[in-house]
Structure formats: C-alpha cells, structure tokens
C-alpha cells in the first residue's frame, strides 16, 4: 500500500500534463514521456515487474484504481447501500481526478434551477436519438429486402428440381413421389399425355421399364452429364435389379449400387481373391462382404494382411545352404615294405565294444600276412543279436564289417565310418 501512495502522490506531480489540453506547452511527446519516468519509478521503488511497459501501467494499472474508486463513490451516494468505506487510496485517487468534476460527480453537480433556463429554447433543441433511429431503419428496411430475395431464389430453385424430378416421373412411367404431389394441383402440369413415343434402336433392344407397382423412394439428377441417383424402399427390389445387370451389357446404360470409396476398395480386394478361389476349383462365394471359401468366412482386411505376410515372406533371405556330404578318405595302398610297420585300428561305427577290435598287418599287394585275434562263434552270435535289436544301423555295413575280420582286410570297406589311423 505505501508505494501505491508514493507512486499516485508522484503521479500527481504530472497531473497538468496527463490530464491538460493539447497545446504548446502540452504535447503527445511529453506526455509518453511523463509515463516513461512514472514507469521508472514505479520500477525502482518496486511496485511493478521489469517487464512492465508504460501502456500496461497507465491502461490496466491506473485505469483499474480508477474505475474501483469511482464505483465505490457511486455506491456511497445510492440510498440503502449501505456503509461504504474509501481507503487513502481511493481518496487519494479522487483527489487527483477532483471530486467536483463532471467525469466523477457525474451531471449531478450541474445546478437544474438556474434562472437563465429558457423553455423555448430547450423544446427547440433536435433530440440526438432521431438521426440514429432513421439510420436504424434504414439497415433494418434493406436487411429485410436481402432476405426476402434469397428466400424468393431459393423457392425457384426447389420449383425447378421439382419439375426435372416430375419429367422424370413422367418418362420412366413411375408413379408420383411426395416431392412432386403439390405440382399435380396445377392445371397446366396435371395434363399427362396419352402416349409417349421413345426413339427405337436396335441396341435397347434388352431395356425394360421399370414396372408401375414398385417402389421408388426418391430419385434424383445431380447435373446434366451425371448419374440418376434412384432410392428405392425395398431391399429384395434392388438386390433384384443388381442381379438382372447382365441383360444391359452392349447397351449403353449401366446401372450399380452406390457404394462408397471404401465399400469400392474392399469389393476389389474381395473379387480378386474370390477369382484365384475359383481358378483352384474351390467352392468360394461373396455374402455379407465376407469371402466364404469352403464354409470358411474372411474379411477383406483379413485377405489383405495375409497377402502382405506372404510378400514379406518371399522378400526375406533364404535359409543356409544344407551342409555338404563329406568325402571319403582316399588312402593308396603302398608296398609291403612300406606297410609292415603301420598299424590301424578298424571301428564300424563305434558299435562294436573295445575288445574286439583287432589290428590287422597288410603285405605286399593287399594280401593278409598276419591276424593277432580271432573271434569265436559265441562272439559271433552275442554281436548278431546285438545288431538285430540296433535297427538304426545298416546291415550291410555290419556284414561287411565281419567278413573283414574274419576272413583278413581284403579291400577296403565303402562305409565313410571306417578311419584309419597312424
């Protein structure tokens, strides 16, 4: 509260230049730059913000103390208001605007007895609301005639759909519709003409008109060069006339649901696969924009996402290349000189247990020089049993494997299995 005082008390000190008349003394300059230094101080004494401009603290700031004081002075004069208290500030306020001028006191303080009232004078003066009530009349009058005349436009343009509707009615040969019933009270309309004469060609040949009982909803022409856009009001009627399309293929005329964009998409992805069903001879069909393949329904979103899981599919990389079969060991048999210190150890498999492997001497030419092991024929039957309950191991590799240590390491046996080791 103290610095709002000390801001209005050096507020006061620029009363004659904020509040005088234009003149030499008093200019628009002086008093930006009355406002300027009021804002300064304001700032220094810190009543406002730094980023508080001259226009805020002299329209907001100053205009709201204004307007506060002065509502509360006219409170205080009103009968039964009650008590109104006015701090130091709203006095203060009232100081600087003074109390006995008009724009505080109001016309209150003119004197209404003065002896210089002439009455002829005053009953001669124009009152200041004629000229606006005229000028309210004026725009009143020529509002009025803007809106009749659309209005009057607008009716002509109903009247004339209603007649292209009614030609319409009257070519087809259908029967009048609510929105041209009102037309047939006219004399000059009602007059229907006996016959009407349709030009005859070859090719609408396969064209019929349309049959007098149904019933048509509405139906209307949206442009010269555009479609005929027909309602009807029963469902089986159009699903009629949809299915018997096919009789109007050469003709010229075309007729199809209104669908939307949407409905169009989706009948097109729906068509294309309901085709590739029929190529691979399934029993597939449309019902309800669903897609029934073999008793089972799809979507056309359903159709889409699996098409697109396919595409990326075939996009990816394909699997690693299957590993490769693995080569024998080629071995050469040198001579016998070269041979009798080598030693090897024969394994078919790894079936066959440790104690009958055997270590077998090869001589000059592959012939058999030396067997250190022999095996018996208990040994004999305890490996064919053992075999017998083995199925994952081929026989010819075990028969093999015998006949070459019984009999001596002959040639080499075909099985990629058999290693022979230095």
Same mark, same amino acid.
């Given at each position: 509260m103290e610095k709002k005082i000390s801001f209005l008390q050096k507020l006061r000190e620029y009363k004659e230049i904020l509040d005088g008349k234009f003149s030499d003394k008093v200019s628009s300059e002086k008093k930006q730059?009355?406002?300027?230094?009021?804002?300064?101080?304001? %700032?220094?004494?810190?009543?406002?913000?730094?980023?508080?401009? %001259?226009?805020?603290?002299?329209?907001?700031?100053?205009?709201?103390?204004?307007?506060?004081? %002065?509502?509360k002075l006219d409170k205080s004069r009103q009968t039964g208001s009650g008590k109104v208290i006015l701090t130091e500030l709203d006095n203060l306020v009232l100081d600087i605007l003074g109390r006995n001028t008009p724009g505080v006191m109001g016309m209150t303080?003119?004197?209404?007895?003065?002896?210089?009232?002439?009455?002829?004078?005053?009953?001669?003066?124009?009152?200041?609301n004629s000229s606006s009530s005229k000028i309210n009349k004026r725009r009143t009058a020529k509002t009025y005639t803007t809106k009749r005349r659309k209005a009057a436009l607008v009716d002509a343009q109903k009247y004339k759909n209603q007649l292209e509707c009614l030609a319409l009615e009257r070519q087809l040969q259908l029967p009048s519709t609510a929105l041209t019933d009102n037309l047939m009270t006219d004399s000059s309309l009602s007059q229907v003409p006996e016959e009407i004469s349709f030009p005859e060609e070859d090719d609408n040949s396969n064209i019929n008109t349309v049959d007098?009982?149904?019933?048509?909803?509405?139906?209307?022409?949206?442009?010269?060069?555009?479609?005929?856009?027909?309602?009807?009001?029963?469902?089986? %009627?159009?699903?009629?006339?949809?299915?018997n399309c096919k009789k109007l293929k050469g003709t010229g005329v075309s007729i199809s649901e209104d669908l939307s964009k949407e409905e169009r998409?989706?009948?097109?992805?729906?068509?294309?696969?309901l085709k590739e069903a029929k190529e691979q001879k399934l029993n597939a069909y449309i019902k309800n924009n669903q897609l029934v393949v073999n008793g089972q329904a799809y979507t056309a979103e359903e159709l889409q996402k699996e098409e697109e899981t396919e595409i990326q599919n075939l996009n990816k990389p394909n699997s690693a290349p299957p590993t490769p079969n693995a080569r024998p060991r080629q071995f050469s048999i040198e001579d016998g000189d070269k041979l009798e210190e080598f030693e090897s150890t024969v394994k078919i498999n790894n079936k066959i247990p440790e104690r009958l492997e055997d270590k077998v001497f090869i001589g000059k030419k592959g012939e058999e020089k030396e067997s250190s092991s022999k095996i018996g024929k208990e040994d004999k039957k305890k490996i064919r049993e053992k075999q017998k309950k083995e199925p994952a191991v081929r026989k010819s590799s075990r028969t093999e494997a015998l006949r070459s240590l019984n009999l001596g390491l002959k040639t080499p046996p075909a099985t990629n299995s058999t290693n022979i080791r230095k």
């Open positions: 730059q009355a406002w300027e230094e009021l804002l300064q101080y304001a %700032k220094s004494i810190g009543m406002v913000s730094e980023s508080c401009t %001259k226009e805020k603290l002299r329209d907001t700031t100053w205009g709201n103390w204004k307007r506060r004081a %002065k509502e303080g003119v004197s209404s007895d003065s002896e210089d009232t002439d009455e002829d004078k005053c009953n001669s003066v124009v009152p200041t007098g009982t149904s019933d048509i909803d509405n139906v209307c022409v949206f442009g010269k060069s555009r479609h005929i856009l027909v309602k009807l009001t029963s469902f089986l %009627k159009s699903r009629e006339i949809l299915t998409e989706e009948n097109k992805i729906l068509r294309k696969h």
